[in-house]
């Protein structure tokens, strides 16, 4: 390895994926993302957060519902931050129905729900009309 050059592992891409977050650069998180499988880099839990996180915050809801199923597929237990993605991401498109149908994850697994998953179901509630 060069001196200087970081060797990329599902670690370094996670952080890599979530500083690109942060910075508002989901389609620079999903490149990320694609060019691990391209150098056969093996996803995890934490790499799928990351470029969930990324595009759900960044409107690109379709993009990270397509991830988290992906995630689901691919057989990998998802985290109280990876449901809390997808519910944030049906949040942001009124889909409060769907919102539910992951926060039903929650029970059928071992995953705890915490103070930002609620949050995320009662927004996609109150953009969907259904706050009653």
Known sequence: MDQGMIELDPLTSSAAISACKECGEWENAT??????????????TATFNAVISACSKDIDWERALGLFG?????????????????????????????????????????????????NAVLSSCEKGGEWE
Request: with cysteine; hydrophobic share 45%.
């Open 31 to 44: 490149w990320l993302f694609c060019s691990m499988a391209q150098r056969k880099i093996e996803n995890c």
């Open 70 to 118: 992906m995630l689901l597929q691919g057989k990998m237990e998802p985290s109280t931050i990876t449901l809390s993605a997808a519910i944030s991401a049906f949040a942001q498109c009124s889909e409060w129905e769907k919102a539910l149908s992951v926060f039903s994850i929650f029970s059928d697994c071992t995953v705890e729900s915490n103070t930002i998953t609620f």
